[in-house]
């Protein structure tokens, strides 16, 4: 007998498995194309619980999603990057320099919505199913999350982008976060009228997407495998 729980797997539907294929094809990192337009209850509300379906580690559910509107905490994050985005450009030589001075990376300001979203490391307790061996799966898992959210709100005609140029110490102290609570994304959400049609920093010469056949190995590391037709 069928335990109640279980449900028929099988394949989705052609539309239905377009959909998730275009969603996840026309994912793009936003930075300056920001509406100000507030994203509503509504979509925000489904944003969130896809992030809060995402797989986790012993299902520990580490994450949580600090909304950010208030515009002073805001001004104190773009004020931290810019610290962090100056230190970072200094990394680069040559016309890389100057290229990477010119590129738009974060919209946290412009962005009606940013959310920080964490993981709590305590979460699940001290020895959580699944993690005994890898104790950064609970960081794994909150980067699910985060996928899920941008699928989610890439469907929901929200842009998202992860500001990554930021110091945690920095993000800890603006938002209080405590010591067992690590940020693992920071995003800027909003509206958005148009998107790339490759990601941006293929589109501005930054660099390519590389072929998935350079991607796929065979058994080892290194060893080359031809991939599947079709």
Request: charged share 25%.
């Amino acid at each position: 007998m069928r335990p109640e729980a279980l449900k028929p797997a099988g394949e989705f539907s052609e539309a239905e498995r377009d959909a998730v294929y275009r969603a996840i094809h026309e994912r793009r990192d936003v930075r300056s194309e920001f509406l100000p337009d507030a994203i509503s209850d509504s979509v925000l509300t489904r944003i969130l619980a896809a992030a809060h379906a995402a797989p986790s580690v012993g299902l520990s559910q580490p994450w949580n999603f600090i909304l950010i509107r208030d515009k002073g905490v805001r001004a104190a994050i773009r004020a931290a990057f810019e610290r962090a985005n100056a230190e970072a450009q200094a990394l680069f030589e040559g016309p890389r320099q100057a290229q990477y001075g010119k590129l738009k990376l974060q919209g946290i300001l412009e962005a009606p919505l940013n959310i920080c979203v964490t993981c709590d490391r305590r979460r699940g307790g001290p020895v959580v199913l699944g993690r005994t061996h890898d104790n950064d799966t609970d960081l794994y898992s909150t980067v699910c999350a985060v996928q899920n959210l941008w699928l989610a709100a890439r469907a929901e005609g929200v842009g998202v982008g992860w500001v990554s140029i930021l110091h945690q110490s920095d993000l800890r102290r603006i938002l209080g976060l405590p010591d067992h609570v690590t940020p693992v994304a920071y995003l800027c959400l909003g509206k958005v009228r148009d998107l790339f049609d490759r990601p941006e920093l293929e589109a501005r010469g930054w660099d390519r997407r590389r072929a998935l056949g350079s991607a796929v190995f065979q058994d080892q590391w290194g060893v080359s495998g031809s991939l599947p037709e079709g």
